[in-house]
């Protein structure tokens, strides 16, 4: 038995399981069990009780008394380590949040590692710091490539250019050949690429035998994997299949042909999808496999027994000792704002749509702008609005594959997520493809509705709830199982959109928020934010109110396709 005088002047206790010295230690008045530390508790006013237990323990093990400095935390197998302090400048042009100067400073000690953090909190921003110092200071970490799920690889690249000086590049179809001067003569320092491109880009051959399966030594890679010294790979559990080609190629790329790189970063809030098998190729990507003992010691050390999961604890432990780290939102609750709103760059699925309906849309525009006569110019606004948003669901159904590779990517998470869109035909698209979701828009009664709203707040097995401009009132009660929201349009001003978000930021919400706000690169959306953030920036200068605001946002939308109408 070991007793630890804690600095709080309270004791721990703890001894292999004997049901005789677990009545002994039930005999102290005071006493509690601590199910995560598997230890008992014992107050300082307890110590003489304490000090007989002890005594009658002694007849059958050895007791050791210890204060809480003595102990050597490292000498625990199952030692968690704390999150070091960032002590080198970080030549970012944000300032880091505490937990996320953390993440980068974890992230330089580890070098080959998974950042574990929950969704929201930055697992972008923290991967693009670690690099980005690794590169100032040592040169190390470019060229950088990043493979990722398609919905995200223009965020991707926005991110790169907001936080640091370093140029990225979406690899596309034109870029197939070209690519690898962009890289060499220093005009672009991150490559990005979706996971679908990984063959495309980066695979000089396959050489599998007819009606065989593939093996990773049938694979003959591009010589251009070995320009790269770092390689990250975001939402990383999308390479967990060992048998699955796209992971075959992540492992490959990231291990190199003659140079290893010295930086891999899986990114992955849900690391473990289903069991611990699910590590296994995640692992070899960062070529952490062997700290674990290698693939065969792995499968019998940590997926054994029935339920082909064992020694967890051990898993645990030795995962953040040598290759991992995660905060929940909770757990940095302190340096979070109630609300974090964050722009989700993507491309659209129906340009050959949007282009003409775009083309139209501004054809409109320049007849409105030359029309003299006020009184006609007033009655086309009422048609340039209805044509703004026809054009904003267009670029909305565009972005309907993007959203839906996020959501399956999110739910994996196992939190519960509301998605807001404006109209109907989005609402519906979405069903197609998520027919288990609540449905909480105008088109519901208010016994409907609020059944939705119970079944997503109360119903552990409904995790998705899609609601619609017209479904947004009368919600009460989403906030109380649901800190996450997506947003696949947006009000035009910033009231109406603190109003949708306002849906889960209200009375009953334990978590911090966050919002997130999907664009369609090159389309309306991006004017329309503008719009947003001027509305709102005048608004809060003048009165801070941003309803005051009513210049039109036709006549905005004049300005912000000037070059286009003049063209």
């Given at each position: ?9 309270n004791f721990?206790?703890?001894?292999k399981y004997?049901?005789?010295l ?8 005071g006493?509690?069990f ?12 307890s110590?003489?009780d304490?000090?007989?237990?002890a005594e009658n323990?002694q ?5 050791v ?13 199952y030692?968690i380590p ?11 042009k ?9 993440g ?8 080959r590692?998974?950042?574990g ?11 693009i ?5 690794a590169?100032?200071l ?5 060229p ?8 995200v ?20 179809d034109?870029?197939?050949d ?6 060499n003569?220093?005009?672009f320092?991150?490559i ?5 491109s ?22 003959v ?12 790979i ?10 699955a ?16 790189k010295?930086w ?16 296994k190729?995640q692992?070899?990507?960062?070529d952490?496999?062997n700290?674990?003992?290698g693939s065969?010691?792995?499968d ?7 339920n082909?999961a064992?020694?967890?604890?051990e ?20 340096d ?14 129906n340009?050959?749509?949007?282009t ?31 044509k703004?948003n ?32 404006e109209?109907?035909v ?9 027919p288990?979701?609540v449905?909480?828009?105008?088109r519901?009664?208010?016994e409907?509705k ?9 119903n ?14 009368g ?12 947003l696949i349009?947006?009000p ?5 959109l603190k ?13 911090p928020?966050n919002?997130?706000i999907?664009?369609a ?15 709102k ?17 036709v006549d ?12």
């Amino acid at each position: 038995m070991q007793i630890v005088l804690e600095n709080t002047g309270n004791f721990k206790v703890s001894f292999k399981y004997n049901p005789t010295l677990v009545n002994f230690i039930r005999q102290v008045p005071g006493r509690e069990f601590d199910p995560k530390q598997k230890v008992w508790k014992v107050p300082g006013s307890s110590k003489p009780d304490l000090i007989k237990v002890a005594e009658n323990v002694q007849n059958f093990q050895r007791v050791v008394w210890k204060k809480e400095e003595e102990i050597d935390p490292r000498s625990d197998k199952y030692f968690i380590p704390p999150m070091p302090e960032l002590t080198v400048p970080h030549g970012l042009k944000y300032e880091p949040k505490p937990y996320q100067a953390q993440g980068i400073a974890r992230g330089l000690e580890l070098k080959r590692y998974f950042n574990g953090d929950d969704p929201g909190l930055g697992k972008t921003f923290e991967t693009i710091g670690t690099v980005n110092i690794a590169h100032n200071l040592y040169r190390s970490s470019i060229p950088a490539l990043v493979a990722c799920p398609g919905s995200v690889k223009y965020h991707w690249q926005r991110e790169w250019s907001k936080f640091t000086d370093l140029k990225a590049l979406v690899l596309t179809d034109e870029l197939l050949d070209s690519w690898p001067y962009y890289v060499n003569s220093g005009l672009f320092h991150v490559i990005i690429v979706s996971f679908g491109s990984l063959q495309k880009y980066f695979v000089q051959t396959i050489r599998t035998a007819k009606g065989k399966p593939m093996l990773f030594q049938d694979i003959v890679f591009k010589p251009t994997i070995d320009l790269f010294k770092t390689v990250i790979i975001d939402e990383s559990h999308r390479c967990k299949e060992l048998t699955a080609q796209q992971t075959k190629f992540a492992i490959g790329i990231a291990n190199g042909i003659a140079k290893k790189k010295e930086w891999k970063i899986n990114l992955s809030g849900t690391p473990v999808v289903n069991l611990p098998k699910d590590l296994k190729a995640q692992l070899m990507i960062i070529d952490r496999l062997n700290d674990f003992g290698g693939s065969r010691y792995f499968d019998q050390r940590y997926c054994s027994g029935i339920n082909k999961a064992s020694n967890l604890r051990e898993l645990n432990a030795k995962l953040w000792q040598t290759c991992f780290f995660r905060r929940t939102k909770n757990e940095v609750r302190k340096d979070l704002p109630p609300v974090t709103r964050q722009i989700i760059s993507c491309d659209i699925s129906n340009k050959k749509e949007y282009t003409l309906a775009q083309k139209d849309f501004i054809n409109y525009l320049k007849l409105y702008k030359e029309e003299k006569d006020s009184k006609k110019q007033r009655s086309m606004r009422h048609v340039a609005r209805q044509k703004m948003n026809v054009l904003s669901t267009i670029a909305a159904k565009g972005k309907i594959k993007s959203i839906v590779e996020h959501v399956r990517d999110f739910q994996k998470s196992g939190k519960k997520l509301l998605i807001y869109a404006e109209n109907h035909v989005v609402v519906d698209m979405l069903l197609k493809y998520f027919p288990k979701a609540v449905c909480i828009t105008g088109r519901q009664t208010p016994e409907e509705k609020q059944f939705a709203v119970d079944s997503f707040s109360r119903n552990p097995k409904v995790t998705l709830a899609i609601m619609s401009e017209a479904g947004g009132t009368g919600t009460d009660g989403l906030q109380n199982q649901c800190s996450e929201i997506d947003l696949i349009q947006h009000p035009w001003h910033d009231a109406g959109l603190k109003q949708v978000i306002s849906r889960v930021d209200r009375g009953g919400q334990k978590e911090p928020v966050n919002a997130r706000i999907w664009q369609a690169i090159n389309t309306v959306d991006e004017k329309k934010w503008k719009i947003v953030e001027t509305k709102k920036n005048i608004a809060d200068s003048v009165t801070g109110d941003a309803d005051i605001v009513q210049e039109d946002i036709v006549d905005m939308m004049v300005e912000m396709f000037n070059d286009e109408i003049e063209g």
